[in-house]
């Protein structure tokens, strides 16, 4: 149980780092899980303290994303997005890529970066931000 | 009747691997000098004969399990090998699968001439069956080589396929985020599913920001090729790359408007040169030309 009040309970913790959301997500996710996670989240845009400057979304850890799950996804960035906030879909796997591909969900709307510290630099908020500007002395 | 029938034919087939048996080194001799194996034994004769006798051994092992018929019955097992190696130096020679058949079907005569003076002095029915089991004997034989000249066949083709999917698909690392696919040959599902799984892998690896799929070696492009484009630049978008498509040949160019279909969503450049360019840019790279006397760009 999360402390905050007005706030529906997930199993899916969100940390907030700053003014960015960060959402983990592991393993499975059910339909009921995916759902209260993105009322969950919406919720938490709205309630955050400071104006809410990113969502970052990690699905890593995620073996299988159906057609509901990337749906979900992309309710989440349109939901974020009519609240000013940017999300971005980090650390896909290969084998996701291809399957969503595959069932021709392409996610035209979706923000999405290789792992989550492109994702945070894709939002202006890593310390590595500056990083690979100049990756081999040259100029 | 069918009982005394069947009762016979199983005699007979024994008979049969009987007489192959006893006449087995006179077979093989004449065996020796028949095309099929004078050809492809061509360094000494003892080797036809001997490759002869293992032949007539095995008809002799397939007779005596009364099994006149059956193709994979056991006794062809340790020919096998050998016949599929017979078929391939024949059909290499540009020989066709049925000039081979008839070259196996050729064996049959010395047979059926030695087992007419074996069965001389008895009755015409029973060198009427003999014969007629030796003839099915045979049949089963040219079978059996054709199924292994084939299956050798196909067991390249598949072989090649194999080698052709890993060795047209590299992805090369053109500079620290930047990874590139040079296609060559035309893009079916097959290799496109490649390509994608092999560029995904490499994002990952590399920690690529940008994938440039090259498409100067590809001959044609048509609505499916494109789709299989669409779905790799999607599947690379998905995973946080930006995908460019280099090389489109002014005739593709064409054929594409010309097909309608819509690469709008895909960044496009005429050279892979172009989209490295573009890359770089993107990235805040530079390339400019060194102090010294105009050495060209890296």
């Known amino acids: 149980m999360s402390g905050l009040p007005a706030t529906p309970a997930s199993s899916v913790p969100v940390l907030a780092l ?71 879909v980090a650390g896909m796997r290969p084998a996701v890529a291809i399957t969503l591909v595959e069932l021709g969900l392409t996610l035209p709307g979706l ?23 100049h990756p081999e002395g040259d100029a | 009747m069918q009982v005394a029938d069947h009762d016979t034919a199983e005699e007979v087939a024994k008979e049969l691997g009987g007489f192959l048996e006893r006449r087995r080194e006179q077979l093989a001799q004449r065996w ?33 399990s009364n099994r006149l018929e059956d193709v994979q019955a056991p006794g062809f097992g340790t020919v096998r090998d050998q016949l599929g190696r017979m078929a391939a130096s024949r059909t290499q020679a540009g020989f066709s699968s049925s000039q081979i058949a008839g070259e196996v079907a050729g064996l049959r005569e010395p047979a059926l001439a030695l087992l007419r003076t074996e069965f001389e002095e008895s009755s015409a029915e029973h060198s009427e069956a003999c014969l007629l089991a030796l003839t099915v004997l045979m049949g089963t034989l040219r079978l059996v080589v054709m199924e292994t000249s084939v299956s050798a066949g196909e067991e390249l083709i598949a072989r090649q396929r194999l080698q052709l999917l890993e060795v047209a698909t590299p992805v ?44 100067t070696g590809v001959p044609t492009v048509d609505s499916l090729v494109a789709q299989h484009l669409m779905k790799t630049v999607a599947a690379a978008r998905l995973m946080g790359a930006e995908c460019i498509v280099s090389g489109i040949r002014p005739a593709i160019a064409q054929t594409i408007v010309h097909l309608g279909i819509d690469l709008g969503s895909i960044i496009t450049r005429a050279g892979l040169a172009d989209a490295l360019a573009y890359a770089l840019t993107e990235q805040g790279i530079v390339v400019s030309q060194g102090p010294a006397q105009g050495g060209s760009p890296r």
Request: aromatic share 2%; glycine share 6%.
């Open chain 1, 111 to 133: 923000v999405t970066a290789l792992d989550v510290d492109r994702a945070l630099s894709l939002l202006g908020r890593a310390p590595s931000a500056a990083a690979p500007a």
């Open chain 1, 18 to 88: 700053g003014d960015v959301l960060l959402v983990t997500l592991q393993g499975e996710l059910h339909d009921g899980t995916a759902e209260q996670l993105q009322d969950h989240i919406t919720h938490r845009i709205a309630h955050h303290p400071v104006p809410v400057g990113g969502v970052v979304i990690d699905i890593s850890g995620v073996e299988i994303v159906d057609s509901f799950l990337g749906r979900i996804l992309a309710e989440i960035a349109a939901n974020a997005r009519l609240l000013a906030t940017r999300t971005v």
């Open chain 2, 172 to 215: 090369i690392k053109l500079w620290e985020g930047i990874v590139a696919v040079p296609l060559i040959g035309t893009l079916d599902s097959a290799r496109s599913q490649v390509v994608m799984e092999s560029l995904l892998e490499a994002i990952v690896d590399q920690r690529a920001r940008y994938a440039i799929l090259d498409i």
């Open chain 2, 32 to 64: 020796a000098d028949a095309p099929l194996f004078r050809t492809v034994f061509t360094v000494s004769r003892d080797e036809a004969v001997e490759a002869c006798k293992a032949v007539v051994d095995a008809l002799a092992d397939v007779a005596r």
